[in-house]
């Protein structure tokens, strides 16, 4: 932030009174720009004992497989922008079931939070950010080949609770997060 | 945004290619200024039968009590975020338990999150945004001045999930969420 996005004079970077931290100020009308985090959201759209993934059409990770996600926009809430995504990247529309996970990612700003769906029919089809959508048994997941960590963790804790039959919100910084051991594909 | 904050030219406010919404576009460099929700940050300080509340020392709802909470910054997780938050609002330092509640506020673009926490020892002291800061048990609780419905929901939440040994995370849209209903107090 060089420029007063209010004015359009340059900014100086300081800490204002009574903060603590180091801000892009206004030198001309004073304006203090606050940067904040991010939030992505997504949701895991199951079908039977299949959950849906989407093939990246767009950087970074293109053509890695991802859960529908993306950023939260202005004036929605996070269960109607992660049904959002869903139907823009994947066709599909799906019946929200509850929040399952919220990862911290503070090297990038951005907290992902991903709720638990089912797919309402497989009407599914790749949207302009996606090469393709399928959906995948667990033992045909490619687990080599997912887009971030978040949803790696996401996955396999989906897989592990729905076997143990665990309903939990699982929350972290992503960095320290333990995934579920799977004993199955000696995953850990 | 009525400057571009990269180079100091005008924006435009148009709907850029591969995309469905108006954004600030730069006329000059082209940057597109995305806009994005804010996630607030708290937690709920309970020291045995009493939770911590701060008197607002600044606006909006001045003079009202709210759970220590505050804007999330680049850089730290969510919990790191309460509890910054809850150090600085009231002096308290915290153990965090939880995942307490996510509620949508979409009509100010914000997403307010708390953690359940115990106070470690009871050095508690209002910091430069709270007037004061004190303990209060269920039935001490001054309900009608409450700063925030996302507070007050909170608040019902977790005296009603501690009196029914409930462990739950809390969600949704704050203009839908129906609150539990209270028998003792007769709210609803």
Chains 1, 2 share one sequence.
Request: charged share 25%; glycine share 8%.
């Amino acid at each position: 932030m060089k420029f007063c996005s209010s004015c359009g004079a340059a900014t100086d970077v300081r800490i204002p009174a009574g903060d603590t931290r180091l801000r892009a100020v206004c030198t001309a009308c004073g304006t203090i720009h606050y940067v904040n985090p991010k939030m992505v959201l997504g949701t895991i759209p199951v079908w039977g004992d299949q959950v849906l993934l989407c093939r990246r059409a767009i950087e970074p990770r293109y053509g890695l497989w991802t859960l529908p996600a993306g950023f939260m926009e202005v004036g929605e809430s996070t269960a109607h922008g992660a049904m959002r995504e869903t139907l823009e990247e994947a066709g599909a529309r799906v019946t929200l079931e509850r929040l399952f996970s919220v990862f911290d990612i503070p090297h990038v700003d951005q907290v992902h939070l991903f709720y638990l769906a089912q797919l309402n029919d497989l009407n599914i089809q790749a949207g302009e950010e996606s090469l393709e959508v399928r959906l995948f048994r667990e033992q045909e997941i490619p687990w080599p080949h997912i887009a971030f960590r978040t949803i790696t963790a996401t996955l396999r804790f989906y897989f592990h609770d729905r076997r143990e039959g665990v309903t939990t919100v699982h929350t972290g910084d992503i960095r320290d997060v333990r995934l579920p051991h799977d004993a199955d594909t000696g995953l850990a």
